[in-house]
């Protein structure tokens, strides 16, 4: 199957934050904005990045709201999940793979975030396993895994 291909979003470019599986501690949701700029792209935190509701991010509705919202906007070039846990699997159904297809942008993230490549991937659509910000770029000692990604987002493949 082919795949569209992947642009990588130019510094300066703004990058969307979205919370599809579970939710980050406000300091980590804080330090994010500031990571990105660091790197020369702005961060656009969505809603789901600051909403709790038990061990998800705010309600199924909700971060599906932000996923949609996150890939339609056009001054967003690429979509960047704030942490994994649990909870992207039960987005999957409800995704519209029309807006993917009609918006194509990366996704990037890992861990629960691989239930939403395996739709990328089953749609002919590329998406980047990537650390997360506030489950491994705020953290100390992970220096080296930003430097990693954003010279890919700077540089592509």
């Known amino acids: 199957m082919p795949f569209a291909p ?8 703004t990058i969307a934050i979205v919370a599809p599986a579970g939710p980050a ?3 980590a949701v804080r330090a994010v904005p500031a990571l990105l ?20 991010a705010g309600s199924d509705a909700a971060r599906l709201a932000d996923l949609h919202e996150a890939i339609a906007d056009e001054s967003n070039a690429a979509v960047w999940c704030l942490r994994g846990g649990y909870g992207s699997g039960r987005l999957l159904e ?3 793979t029309g807006l993917l297809h009609r918006h194509p942008k990366p996704l990037i993230g890992y861990s629960d975030i691989t239930a939403l ?14 650390p997360m910000p506030a489950s491994d770029l705020v953290k100390p000692g992970r220096e080296a895994d930003a430097d990693a990604l954003f010279a890919w987002l700077q540089d592509g493949l």
């Open 117 to 130: 490549h395996a739709l990328c991937y089953r749609e002919g659509l590329l998406a980047l396993h990537a």
């Open 37 to 56: 700029a660091e790197r020369g792209y702005e961060a656009r935190l969505y809603p789901s990045c600051e909403a709790r509701d038990g061990y998800l």
């Open 94 to 96: 409800h995704i519209d």
């Open 6 to 13: 992947l642009h990588c979003p130019p510094p300066g470019a």
């Open 25 to 27: 501690t406000d300091a």
